[in-house]
């Protein structure tokens, strides 16, 4: 069976990087919050880079093979991780797998 989780708004996402900042666990807010561990994780990395703007939706960009391949590429060549390189190009790490 798989989990269902929920969708988590500008002000739940901005109180859970606070959580996460006083010292609560990425595990204790998965399982209380029903966030999913890699989403919490994404949040947590454009928060830290970005600041509370991070944490707004951002439009989807569909990728084309071309661009998968230029992101492939980049993570490859520069050793960064694909969370990284997503937030470099404001893509959703989903979009990048190929």
């Not at 006083?22 to 989403?39: C, W």
């Not at 969370?83 to 790490?93: H, I, R």
Request: charge should be positive; proline fraction near 0%; avoid cysteine.
């Amino acid at each position: 069976m798989s989990k269902k989780y929920r969708k988590h708004g500008y002000a739940e996402r901005l109180k859970y990087m606070h959580m996460l900042e006083n010292g609560f666990s990425r595990n204790y807010i998965e399982r209380h919050f029903g966030i999913s561990g890699e989403l919490l994780g994404y949040l947590w990395t454009r928060y830290r880079s970005e600041g509370a703007t991070g944490l707004l939706k951002k439009q989807n960009v569909r990728a084309d093979y071309a661009f998968k391949l230029e992101v492939v590429r980049d993570v490859e060549e520069n050793n960064v991780t694909l969370v990284d390189a997503s937030l470099k190009y404001n893509v959703s790490a989903s979009q990048i797998k190929v």
